[in-house]
């Protein structure tokens, strides 16, 4: 995952998670080959939509193909305007991306917004070149969609949907690790299937807790941390990010009454698929969400948090949730280095 951190004042804010979605549709299955790229490379809104949800439209975004050598580690970004007409609400967002990856956003940048940016789009208005990513592996906007697996969809609830907005500009992120003794060919396609803003009876958004105090010690460890929630929110999926010395990550919920919920646990670092919930999990205005990393750091020496798979390490807790008026989402990463446990 990417992180860059904006700050006002002490607070510090970092973006990202698991794409959101309906736990009945949810989907984390790996691919086995290359899934082909979209048709509509410029975001032009088509007619394919999904026909079980009346009254949409989608718009289909392919990257620009890239190849990753044998041992290479790639942070890519693209720019693609916005030809949506107004502010939108998407039902159902898919991402593709060949054997190799290990994580993808689709970012909503906004020059004027605090966690925006200069777009890097083409000329009139159309798609941007593909570059590194400015901020290398830590890129940071709110998205509207990530994902850890080859194949991703998410559809939401029926009435709710993310936010995007007609001033903001997308950005697809694809963090690529390649481990094998052969050149990779990476490709990635996102599908967002959307209504008007004003149709959507609740917006959807984004909870992302992200540790960048970490410090993982040689040898075994566990870690953990601690965040209170500042507002009712009906969880709707959750998942956890690791690099490669992770070996557990477990997320629990204890309620204001003291009570306890697990929320989500994988022993996976690479394409963990996320957790849906239906219903929707309702945690309420003071709910503590405790989450905590395991690790086997056989190199010898302290791995601090940062962009790489191979050198640095994270723990970081991801969901989607609703009612999030103004589409606007939990961000955080203002964390001493996690509590032993």
Known sequence: MFIRSFTIGSLVLVLAGCGGGDSQNESGTAATGNPPA???????????????????????????????????????CQDFPNTFGGDIAIVKSNSTMTVGSHHMFVFRLSSGGFYGGASNLGPNNTKGPLVDCPSGGVEFHPYVHASQTPDQTFTYPSGIGQAFNQDET????????????????????????YEPAAQAQQLAASIFLNSVGIKVPPGTSTQGFDFTLGQDINLLAASGHMHRRGTNFVAT???????????????????????????AMTLGNGTGVHWACSYNNTTGSTLAFGESASTNEMCIFTGTFYPAPGGNGIYTQDFDPGKPE
């Open 170 to 193: 997308i950005r697809v992120m694809v963090h690529y690790l390649n481990t094998t003794t052969s050149d990779i060919t990476a490709s990635v396609g996102v599908k967002l299937d």
């Open 253 to 279: 919920a204890t309620n204001p009454d003291g009570t306890k919920t697990q929320l989500y646990q994988t022993n996976v670092w690479d394409e963990p698929t996320a957790a849906a919930f239906t219903p």
């Open 38 to 76: 979209p048709t509509g490379t410029s975001g032009t809104p088509t007619a394919s939509a999904d026909p079980t949800i009346p009254g949409t439209q989608r718009a289909e975004f392919a990257m620009d193909s890239f190849v990753v050598p044998a041992g290479g580690e790639y942070y890519k």
